[in-house]
């Protein structure tokens, strides 16, 4: 019943910037994390940012400086915030949320993906 939806994926050219939303919807009692990870074809899926409720973040050290996540909690929303992009930031990125849900048991969701592409 819970399902993330994601946008805000898009094509850009390099030093330009993108902003993600991903929206959790459906029974949701609390999100305990939500976080932003990205894959490229041939390779595994890797954390970009993560971020807890309490405000405490971490971001790959490829991204540090360029990236900023951030949560609204009251609409159960994470962002990531994508500044002076580069081609190595093209990626599908997906949104990963562990919510309590139905029963108060804890659920781990994946959106289905935002394409994003930076031109040289």
């Known amino acids: 019943q819970v399902r993330l939806v994601e946008s805000g994926g898009g094509l850009v050219q390099a030093g330009g910037s993108l902003r993600l939303s991903c929206v959790a919807s459906g029974f949701i009692f609390s999100i305990n994390a939500m976080d932003w990870y990205r894959q490229t074809p041939g390779n595994q899926r890797e954390l970009v940012a993560a971020?807890?409720?309490?405000?405490?973040?971490n971001y790959a050290d490829s991204v540090k400086g360029r990236f900023t996540i951030s949560r609204d909690n009251a609409k159960n929303t994470v962002y990531l915030q994508m500044n002076n992009l580069k081609p190595e930031d093209t990626a599908v990125y997906y949104c990963?949320?562990?919510?309590?849900?139905?029963?108060?048991?804890?659920?781990?969701?994946w959106g289905q993906g935002t394409q994003v592409t930076v031109s040289s």
């Open positions: 971020s807890t409720s309490g405000g405490v973040t």
């Open positions: 990963n949320a562990k919510i309590i849900g139905a029963g108060l048991r804890t659920y781990d969701y």
